[in-house]
């Protein structure tokens, strides 16, 4: 039987931004399916229940671990067109790469083939059962039948109508009546639900080999992308080895460049020194402190590391070792505030983790990058793209200059981390260059501080940089962080934007905590509609 977390230990858990997705997960482990398998029918699902943050016209990325094993990863990030070179959009007549439309839309779409490799490891390594059509028909379900629009949802359409309305499909698919669906109306994509019926039915090579991906590459085309049929028929999803980090405590795991997991282990990494040098209560404004400045450390080494794996300058591990944390936690300053560079900017993402029965754990991480991607949609299919490539640059000089076969860089990154103890802590968040500072945060307080896993995910948080839709590179606090947090920051020069409690633009996170007897605890974010589901 399913159950709804209330506090009490579970034997197996999911979690999930949206409740729906977290429980089709959960009947998975309900039916004996294992973590992969539990991951896989809920990532469905959310692609489903959370289209403005997510969906099969994305990237995705796994990292998963079995007890007393090494973690391993899969890398389903798509590449750069074979026609996406600098030259051809200056044709196009632009000279950076647009956030919406066919332009936007530069890079394969790899989270179907990440599914794929996922239910293909779940029965390889771990005997996995339940066919892909099960897997699959939760979200098929729910997109056939719909479902309430969250207010969540209904107030992004309302916000990005104007830029988005215009995008090929997207007004037939999600514009019903030509204005947003109200919360509490129900949300239905048939066309959707036919092609994850397609999928579950052809196999998931359809949709890059066969019918589907001709479909794809048509109306691509006709949007104005550079993609083409024979760039899906040549991308598959690959295993990657994880980042580790140790530390007195435990093994950190994120997952390598593209992605900026080494960004929220060197954060963790130089937090670790900070403590022990200036110790602290938790939540308070030294705390906070020592973490933005950990953060504003760990940017720097990002910002000139992390890109295509093929072509990082620098090997990301020589930066995770105890002479190169001492030395960024060196600079650290107890009373003053660093300087801060611009950022990057923000996107649109959904984190979810599973455990399952035998402590097998999967952190997961799924994306369109901003709101509804490119906003290219194919109405037959149901289907919104991708705008991942619009972080390419077309500067040839630029780290993470745009090239055919390249992939972006990624603010996506799922961790993990195996605790001296015994105990195994599977947890994330979205929101772009939010998501090392907010995996900081929940992570040292529960680890650090010794916080329950739903104390440490709803506490007041912060955020460095810009991020869904706020321009600027201040420090972002939410208000019940408490005005005397507030003012000792704000005395050590960080440049304080106050904005309200519980707030969305804080990332969307979750956390399970198994401890050696195999009693699991688990979180969703209260800024999100999500929720946890498991078996006891």
């Given at each position: 039987?399913?159950?709804?977390?209330?506090g009490?230990p579970?034997r197996a858990?999911v979690?999930?931004?949206?409740?729906?997705a977290?429980?089709?997960?959960?009947?998975?482990?309900?039916?004996?399916?294992?973590?992969l398998?539990?991951?896989?029918?809920?990532?469905?699902?959310?692609?489903?229940?959370?289209?403005?943050?997510?969906?099969?016209?994305g990237?995705?990325?796994?990292l998963?671990?079995?007890p007393?094993?090494?973690?391993?990863?899969?890398?389903?990030?798509?590449t750069?067109?074979?026609?996406?070179?600098?030259?051809?959009?200056?044709?196009q007549?632009?000279?950076?790469?647009?956030?919406?439309?066919?332009?936007?839309?530069?890079t394969?779409?790899g989270?179907?083939?990440?599914?794929?490799l996922?239910?293909?490891?779940s029965?390889?390594?771990w005997?996995?059962?339940?066919?892909?059509?099960?897997?699959?028909?939760?979200?098929?379900?729910?997109?056939?039948?719909?479902?309430?629009m969250?207010?969540?949802?209904?107030?992004t359409?309302?916000?990005?109508?104007?830029?988005?309305?215009?995008?090929?499909?997207?007004?037939?698919?999600?514009?019903?009546?030509?204005?947003?669906?109200?919360?509490?109306?129900?949300?239905?994509?048939?066309?959707?639900?036919?092609?994850?019926?397609r999928?579950?039915?052809?196999?998931?090579?359809?949709?890059?080999?066969?019918?589907?991906a001709?479909?794809?590459a048509?109306?691509?085309?006709a949007?104005?992308?550079?993609?083409?049929?024979?760039?899906?028929?040549?991308?598959?999803?690959?295993?990657?080895?994880?980042?580790?980090?140790?530390?007195?405590?435990?093994?950190?795991?994120?997952?390598?460049?593209?992605?900026?997991?080494?960004?929220s282990?060197?954060?963790?990494?130089?937090?670790?020194?900070?403590?022990?040098?200036?110790?602290?209560?938790?939540?308070s404004?030294?705390?906070?402190?020592?973490?933005?400045e950990?953060t504003?450390?760990?940017?720097?080494?990002?910002?000139?590391?992390?890109?295509?794996?093929?072509?990082?300058?620098?090997?990301?591990?020589?930066?995770?070792?105890?002479?190169?944390?001492?030395q960024?936690?060196a600079?650290?300053?107890?009373?003053?505030?660093?300087?801060?560079?611009?950022?990057?900017?923000?996107g649109?993402?959904?984190?979810?983790?599973?455990?399952?029965?035998?402590?097998?754990?999967?952190?997961?991480?799924?994306?369109?990058?901003?709101?509804?991607g490119?906003?290219?949609?194919?109405?037959?299919?149901?289907?919104v793209?991708?705008?991942?490539?619009?972080?390419?640059?077309?500067?040839?000089a630029?780290?993470?200059?745009?090239?055919?076969?390249?992939?972006?860089?990624?603010?996506?990154?799922?961790?993990?981390?195996?605790?001296?103890?015994?105990?195994?802590?599977?947890?994330?968040?979205m929101?772009?260059?939010?998501?090392p500072?907010?995996?900081?945060?929940?992570f040292?307080?529960?680890?650090?501080?010794?916080?329950?896993?739903?104390?440490?995910?709803?506490?007041?948080r912060?955020?460095?940089?810009?991020?869904?839709?706020?321009?600027?590179?201040?420090?972002?606090v939410e208000e019940d962080?408490?005005?005397?947090?507030?003012?000792?920051?704000?005395?050590?020069?960080?440049?304080?934007?106050?904005?309200?409690g519980?707030?969305?633009?804080?990332?969307?996170?979750?956390?399970l905590?198994?401890?050696?007897?195999?009693?699991?605890m688990?979180?969703?974010?209260?800024r999100?509609?999500g929720g946890?589901?498991?078996?006891?």
């Amino acid at each position: 039987m399913v159950v709804k977390a209330n506090g009490d230990p579970l034997r197996a858990a999911v979690v999930a931004p949206h409740h729906l997705a977290a429980e089709a997960g959960a009947e998975v482990l309900a039916e004996g399916g294992n973590a992969l398998e539990a991951m896989t029918a809920a990532a469905a699902a959310i692609a489903v229940t959370y289209p403005h943050m997510n969906g099969l016209g994305g990237d995705g990325f796994w990292l998963v671990r079995e007890p007393g094993k090494a973690p391993w990863g899969i890398e389903a990030c798509g590449t750069a067109a074979a026609l996406a070179t600098p030259q051809w959009y200056r044709e196009q007549g632009v000279d950076t790469i647009p956030h919406r439309g066919g332009l936007a839309a530069n890079t394969v779409a790899g989270t179907v083939s990440g599914w794929a490799l996922a239910e293909s490891a779940s029965r390889e390594h771990w005997g996995g059962r339940l066919p892909l059509s099960r897997l699959l028909a939760p979200a098929a379900t729910l997109a056939r039948d719909g479902f309430a629009m969250t207010a969540s949802q209904s107030e992004t359409l309302a916000d990005k109508r104007e830029e988005l309305a215009p995008q090929p499909g997207f007004h037939e698919v999600f514009l019903p009546g030509g204005a947003p669906l109200p919360a509490g109306d129900r949300l239905r994509q048939p066309a959707l639900a036919d092609l994850l019926d397609r999928i579950a039915a052809a196999g998931p090579a359809d949709f890059y080999q066969g019918d589907i991906a001709t479909t794809i590459a048509m109306e691509l085309e006709a949007a104005g992308s550079p993609l083409r049929r024979s760039d899906l028929s040549g991308y598959s999803a690959r295993y990657v080895d994880p980042l580790s980090l140790q530390l007195d405590d435990g093994v950190l795991a994120n997952m390598p460049p593209p992605t900026q997991g080494l960004a929220s282990m060197l954060i963790l990494g130089v937090y670790d020194r900070l403590r022990r040098s200036h110790p602290h209560a938790v939540d308070s404004d030294a705390y906070v402190h020592a973490l933005v400045e950990a953060t504003k450390a760990a940017f720097r080494v990002r910002d000139r590391v992390v890109t295509d794996p093929g072509r990082v300058p620098q090997s990301p591990s020589q930066w995770l070792n105890g002479p190169a944390l001492d030395q960024l936690a060196a600079g650290f300053d107890p009373d003053h505030a660093a300087p801060w560079p611009p950022s990057r900017g923000g996107g649109d993402t959904v984190w979810l983790g599973a455990i399952d029965a035998q402590g097998r754990s999967v952190s997961f991480i799924q994306s369109l990058f901003h709101e509804f991607g490119s906003g290219v949609t194919m109405p037959s299919l149901g289907l919104v793209w991708q705008n991942r490539g619009c972080s390419f640059s077309l500067d040839a000089a630029d780290l993470n200059a745009l090239e055919p076969g390249r992939r972006p860089f990624h603010t996506l990154n799922p961790a993990m981390a195996a605790l001296a103890d015994g105990r195994t802590v599977v947890y994330g968040t979205m929101g772009g260059e939010g998501q090392p500072q907010t995996q900081a945060a929940i992570f040292t307080r529960a680890v650090r501080h010794g916080m329950a896993p739903e104390a440490a995910v709803a506490a007041p948080r912060w955020l460095l940089g810009k991020t869904w839709g706020h321009g600027t590179d201040s420090l972002k606090v939410e208000e019940d962080l408490g005005a005397s947090v507030i003012s000792g920051l704000r005395d050590r020069g960080h440049p304080v934007d106050v904005v309200s409690g519980c707030n969305s633009m804080m990332g969307h996170a979750g956390m399970l905590i198994r401890s050696p007897q195999g009693d699991i605890m688990a979180a969703s974010d209260p800024r999100c509609d999500g929720g946890v589901a498991g078996i006891r």
